[in-house]
């Protein structure tokens, strides 16, 4: 089992900058690829980013490409999430999620492939 807590969520106006923390539990974190997703109000859940085990294998959705960055310290346990150049319709409740993998140069793109998650952080960005 493993447990997530995010934070570092608040509200921003268009163009500043956030960075959301994810703490996870247990031992072997390094063995788990994480992802971030969000949910707007009204809308599906989607993808954001993900990270392999080891960190050495990233990917994006377009629409925050160049503007986040997701990285993790697996001696800390933590994935994180730098947002730059926020827009309001990056508001939303953003979510880490967590997949035990015994490969740990993969990172997964969909929310099914996900064993775990956080209880989500709000993160608001005015006009």
Known sequence: QVQLVESGGGLVQAG???RLSCAASGRTFSSYAM???????GKEREFVA????????????DS???????????????????MNSLKPEDTAVYYCAARATAYSGRYYL???????????????VSS
């Not at 099914?112 to 993160?123: A, L, N, P």
């Open 16 to 18: 500043g900058s956030l």
């Open 35 to 41: 992802g971030w997703f969000r949910q707007a109000p």
């Open 50 to 61: 993900a990270i392999s085990g080891s960190g050495g294998s990233l990917y994006y959705a």
């Open 64 to 82: 925050v490409k160049g503007r986040f960055t997701i990285s993790r310290d697996n001696a800390k346990n933590t994935v994180y999430l730098q």
């Open 110 to 124: 969909g929310d099914i492939e996900y064993d775990y998650w956080g209880q989500g952080t709000q993160v608001t």
